[in-house]
């Protein structure tokens, strides 16, 4: 079993930023790639970034350079650190952890951007 606790979701204006953090608990050794998903209202959920225990992150293409992924392994934290927020980033972003046997998923933290 793997825990996965968020944090960081807020309501910010167009053009700001926020950093979103995920803290895993449990089985963390089985942990091979950490990310970060969203959903906004009335759409599908989306990955937003992933990173693997080697460090290598993929984004989706349209958030690349505005969007960086990090990871604290010493922690068994995995950050989302979003720049020039726009109002269409609005959505539930979920953490998640993909084990062997399938995935975990955080409860979700909402990111509101006010135009």
């Known amino acids: 079993q793997v825990q996965l606790v968020e944090s960081g979701g807020s309501l910010v204006q167009a053009g700001g930023s926020l950093r979103l953090s995920c803290a895993a608990s449990?089985?963390?050794?089985?942990?091979?790639?950490m990310g970060w998903y969203r959903q906004a209202p009335g759409k599908q959920r989306e990955l937003v970034a992933a990173i693997t225990t080697g460090d290598n992150a993929n984004y989706a293409d349209s958030l690349k350079g505005r969007f960086t992924i990090s990871r604290d392994n010493a922690k068994n934290t995995v950050y989302l650190q979003m720049n020039s927020l726009k109002v269409e980033d609005t959505a539930v972003y979920y953490c998640n952890a993909k084990v062997h046997w399938g995935n975990y998923w955080g409860q979700g933290t909402q990111v509101t951007v006010s135009s």
């Open positions: 449990g089985s963390i050794f089985s942990i091979s790639t």
